[in-house]
């Protein structure tokens, strides 16, 4: 316990300042969150009148230092070493807790995919500071209290809670993926990469990557460009199966509403919504489905949306851009002939 926390007094935080995002790679390719979560991360620099800062770990990723710049990063530290190749809890762990006792920033963000919530929760037990995890809404207080306002979805999603760290440094969050927007990549946006030794060496590792085995039956909804989702329009589980044709077609993923879900026509890690995955693939297809606000709002920030549905009051047609009214099971199908068509045609072209 410290001594600020004996004696009931505010702390002083004045050493720490600056907002570290912290950039998820695997093989040299970043997850989308981290570019959304340097978005994000710069406004609340800007409020705060610091650096944004990022971190990048890995082993031969200095490309992506260079990517953090372009999407508004002021200073990247870069940890290049073979053990940091993939991903550890350890190693990663360490880089962080060593970088994060050197350069005291005031507010440290990861992604809420698998690694980020394994990596979050490892250095928050380790420093100790607070850590609110899957936030979908950030914010700061202006100078001088500085509290990171880090809201998520509470009990069930009934509620929203906003959670505030008020004692302890630095203050930590992860956010959902798909839910705050990058900037546009700006080449000519000037930064300050730093090198950062990895202080572990690999027999200090217990853990070893053996083999990376990509499920072929994972839906990855989050990095997916096309979703194609279905609702109870469909009328049952074999609906899916024309969808997954279309998705196929367009190289895309099958999405789904609760409604569904919950019906067991599909598994859960399909659902798309407030107690489902956000995503903002370039085209959302919804089939089927009504609208009702708690889908919408796991699909609204989609580049295209397109809504294919019976009826025309449906709540889908005001967030759609393009709408079709009528049968799915007439439309679809015809579009499964029409893109297969096209792509075919594009296939020709490029040979
Ligand atoms: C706390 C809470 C959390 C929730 N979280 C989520 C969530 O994460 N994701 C989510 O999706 N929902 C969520 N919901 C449920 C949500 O409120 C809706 O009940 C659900 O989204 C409805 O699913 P649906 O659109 O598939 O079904 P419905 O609302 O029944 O809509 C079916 C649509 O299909 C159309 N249709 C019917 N036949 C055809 C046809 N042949 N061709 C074309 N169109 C047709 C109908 O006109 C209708 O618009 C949540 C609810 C609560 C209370």
Redesign the pocket.
């Known amino acids: 316990m410290t001594e600020e926390r004996k004696q009931n007094t505010e702390p002083d935080w004045s050493e720490y300042r600056g907002v570290l995002v912290v950039v998820e790679q695997r093989n040299g390719k970043a997850k989308p969150v981290s570019w959304q979560l340097l978005g994000i991360g710069r406004k609340l620099a800007q409020k705060l009148e610091v650096d944004t800062l990022a971190l990048v770990m890995g082993h031969n990723v200095d490309h992506l230092a260079q990517e953090a710049v372009y999407y508004g990063a002021d200073k990247v530290y870069l940890a290049d070493d073979p053990v940091l190749k993939d991903y550890r809890t350890y190693p990663y762990s360490r880089v962080c807790l060593e970088l994060i006792r050197q350069i005291k920033p005031e507010i440290v963000l990861f992604g809420a995919t698998y690694t980020g919530r394994d990596l979050a929760g490892a250095i928050a037990t380790h420093l100790p500071t607070g850590l609110t995890a899957d936030s979908t809404m950030l914010d700061v207080e202006p100078p001088p209290s500085r509290l990171l306002l880090a809201s998520r979805p509470a009990f069930?999603?009934?509620m929203v809670a906003t959670i505030l760290c008020k004692r302890y440094r630095p203050q930590m969050a992860t956010a959902r993926p798909g839910v705050f927007d990058a900037l546009p990549r700006d080449a000519s946006r000037q930064g300050e990469t730093i090198p950062f030794a990895c202080p572990v060496k690999e027999e200090d590792v217990a853990a070893r990557v053996i083999d990376f085995i990509q499920d072929e039956q994972r839906v990855n909804l989050e990095d997916a460009s096309v979703i194609v989702a279905g609702?109870?329009?469909l009328?049952g589980p074999e609906g899916f199966k024309v969808l997954k044709e279309l998705a196929d077609a367009l190289g895309g993923e099958v999405g789904a509403?609760?409604?569904?879900v919950e019906a067991g026509w599909i598994s859960h890690d399909h659902?798309?919504?407030?107690?489902?995955h956000t995503v903002r693939p370039k085209l959302y297809i919804a089939?089927?489905?009504?609208?009702?606000?708690?889908?919408v709002v796991?699909m609204q920030n989609s580049d295209v949306i397109v809504a294919?549905?019976?009826?025309p009051d449906?709540p889908?047609f005001k967030v759609a851009h393009y709408g079709v009214v009528?049968?799915?099971?007439e439309i679809v199908p015809a579009m499964i002939e029409e893109v297969k068509k096209r792509r075919g045609l594009a296939m020709v072209e490029q040979a």
């Open positions: 069930s999603e009934k609702g109870r329009g009328g509403s609760r409604a569904v659902q798309v919504g407030q107690t489902g089939v089927g489905i009504s609208g009702a606000v708690q889908h796991g294919i549905n019976k009826d449906a889908i009528g049968d799915w099971s």
